[in-house]
């Protein structure tokens, strides 16, 4: 049966990666957002493209790391604003709290800045092409508060 399936399939199978998530919940904030939506889809595939090789990461399910991204994307651009909102929770599936340990990960990553490892996707994002996202000012904290879940 096993081998039917892959026949039918001509063997092209792929395991989904955060990327793959990422287009859809990138999208969905799109619509709650004003504002710069290039920004918003560079960061967070920024950030997407950082946990990559991240070993901390790996716990974590690929919806989680996108949608973590998508949090922490919105925070860099706008840092006093509550990143998350029930359309994003609707579509992701997820509540800022679910979301906590890994955004605290992707922050470190984001913060580090030069001189770390993977210059080469830092350097990527330091082109005018991307909008120089790498080089965004990164808020050394998230409000506690921006992690509670909406009570509906």
């Known amino acids: 049966m096993e081998a039917s399936v892959l026949n039918y399939l001509k063997f092209e199978m792929t395991a989904p990666t955060a990327k ?4 859809r919940f990138v999208r969905a904030a799109q619509v709650c957002d004003e504002g710069s939506t290039l920004h ?18 790996l716990r974590y399910v ?4 996108a949608a973590s991204s998508v949090f922490l994307a919105k925070f860099i651009l706008k840092p006093t604003k509550k990143p998350w909102n029930p359309t994003l929770s609707y579509y992701t599936q997820y509540a800022p709290s679910e979301l906590r340990g890994c955004i605290r990960v992707l922050h470190r990553l984001f913060c580090v800045g030069p001189g770390s490892n993977l ?34």
Not at 20 to 23: A, S
């Open 40 to 57: 918003l889809k560079f960061i967070a595939n920024y950030i997407c493209e950082l946990s990559l090789l991240e070993y901390r990461l």
């Open 20 to 23: 793959c998530f990422l287009r």
């Open 62 to 65: 690929p919806s989680l790391v």
């Open 119 to 152: 210059p080469a996707i830092r350097e990527k994002y330091s082109q005018h092409k991307y909008k120089f996202v790498a080089k965004k000012y990164c808020p050394p904290s998230i409000p506690i508060e921006f992690f509670e879940d909406a009570i509906s």
